[in-house]
T-cell receptor
Framework: NAGVTQTPKFRVLKTGQSMTLLCAQD?????MYWYRQDPGMGLRLIHY???????AKGEVPDGYNVSRLKKQNFLLGLESAAPSQTSVYFC????????????FGPGTRLLVL | EDQVTQSPEALRLQEGESSSLNCSYT??????LFWYRQDPGKGPEFLFT???AGEEKEKERLKATLTKKESFLHITAPKPEDSATYLC???????????FGTGTRLLVSP
């Protein structure tokens, strides 16, 4: 049982390049989330999904897109990376029940030059 | 809008020196208050969930308490391995998302 995994662990992009971050969970969780963490700002929600085939915007969705084609996977895409997207990205998942405890992945460090 | 404020931003303790971390919150009806531990370069690790004022939970040297306006994470006789950033988050009735504080960086020296 690996929990929540993220790929890649670290990536360097040039401005304007695109990439996809992959999140996978093996806990059969319904809800999945993408956050970014920046110094002094805490974790901020980018997008989330309440089930396979559904997505919704979070607090800071601009410049990102997501897809949830399979229940266990949640993809975060950057179509045209900007330096402001330099951050650490975390994926999380939860059962979707009332208790809502979220379990986090190890993170992806992204540097946009 | 739901908000979370954590204090202090950083705390340095000697091994064995007990202290408390504070999490003040405003929320439109509390569904849950969460404490996480985050080590450098890693994702947040779940510690506790508290649901109603007066509730307390313990795990090893950590004890979390909750009132209607704030939560405390009490650390009793800390050890160097307790050094980490401790994050607080709330889930309100209006929004289906966690709102995080910026965390307290704890350093415990031997």
């Amino acid at each position: 049982n690996a929990g929540v995994t993220q790929t890649p662990k670290f990536r360097v992009l040039k401005t304007g390049q695109s990439m996809t971050l992959l999140c996978a969970q093996d806990m059969n969780h319904e809800y999945m989330y993408w956050y970014r963490q920046d110094p002094g700002m805490g974790l901020r929600l980018i997008h989330y999904s309440v089930g396979e085939g559904t997505t919704a915007k979070g607090e800071v969705p601009d410049g990102y897109n997501v897809s949830r084609l399979k229940k266990q996977n949640f993809l975060l895409g950057l179509e045209s990376a900007a330096p402001s997207q330099t951050s650490v990205y975390f994926c999380a998942s939860t059962t979707g029940n009332y208790q809502e405890t979220q379990y986090f992945g190890p993170g992806t460090r992204l540097l946009v030059l | 809008e739901d908000q979370v404020t954590q204090s202090p931003e950083a705390l340095r303790l000697q091994e064995g020196e007990s202290s408390s971390l504070n999490c003040s919150y405003t929320v439109s009806g509390l569904r849950g208050l969460f404490w996480y531990r985050q080590d450098p370069g890693k994702g947040p690790e779940f510690l506790f969930t508290l649901y109603s004022a007066g509730e307390e939970k313990e795990k090893e040297r950590l004890k979390a308490t909750l009132t209607k306006k704030e939560s405390f994470l009490h650390i009793t006789a800390p050890k160097p391995e307790d050094s980490a950033t401790y994050l607080c988050a709330v889930l309100g009735l209006r929004f289906q998302k966690l709102v995080f504080g910026t965390g307290t960086r704890l350093l415990v020296s031997p």
